[in-house]
């Protein structure tokens, strides 16, 4: 497995997290064209190589749920259709059990058109428009004490970042 010079690679690998981190906010479909555009600007095999694998170990190990959609895009448009290598079979292998896995979740895509009730029994419908933004269902219970203390992380949490989310509570 041919790779490339350690200071070339350790340069490389800090720009790639800090590009990673500048779109971490966006929204799946973005994060998946900006990934193809890194790839697609790389002339040099090894160097392309890097970069596709970085991008999907970053996808696919992200801590941000539904990521992973990333991860499965990069693997299916550049590791599974041949256009770059991995590093050897049995990684190819794991990466594509992990797709297969992932794929049947559907994390990471518009959920699907729910209508759930309020408390006087009107109907609420949810997901029925494409969005751009995250959703978070949070299903509780007030007499639960896991929920509650849950629950205040949450405010706190959504109070003090910026992320693109709608957060729906349903009791």
Request: proline share 2%; with cysteine; hydrophobic share 40%.
């Amino acid at each position: 497995y041919a790779q490339l010079d350690s200071a070339v690679r350790t340069e490389l690998d800090t720009k790639l997290a800090a590009y990673f981190a500048a779109i971490e906010r966006a929204g799946t479909d973005v994060q998946k064209e900006e990934c193809d555009f890194l790839i697609e600007t790389c002339t040099d095999s090894l160097m392309r190589q890097h970069v596709a694998l970085s991008a999907y170990e970053h996808y696919r190990d992200s801590k941000v749920m539904g990521s992973e959609a990333v991860a499965i895009h990069v693997f299916d448009k550049w590791f599974d259709s041949g256009k770059v290598k991995m590093r050897d079979e049995n990684e190819l292998l794991a990466a594509r059990i992990f797709a297969e896995f992932n794929r049947r979740s559907l994390i990471g895509n518009q959920a699907p058109e729910m209508t759930l009730f309020d408390m006087d029994g009107d109907p609420i419908t949810l997901f029925d428009e494409p969005s751009d933004r995250f959703a978070v269902l949070y299903f509780y219970d007030t007499s639960c004490s896991t929920c509650r203390m849950q629950s205040i992380l949450l405010r706190r949490l959504f109070r003090e970042e910026d992320f693109p989310v709608d957060f729906i509570a349903v009791y």
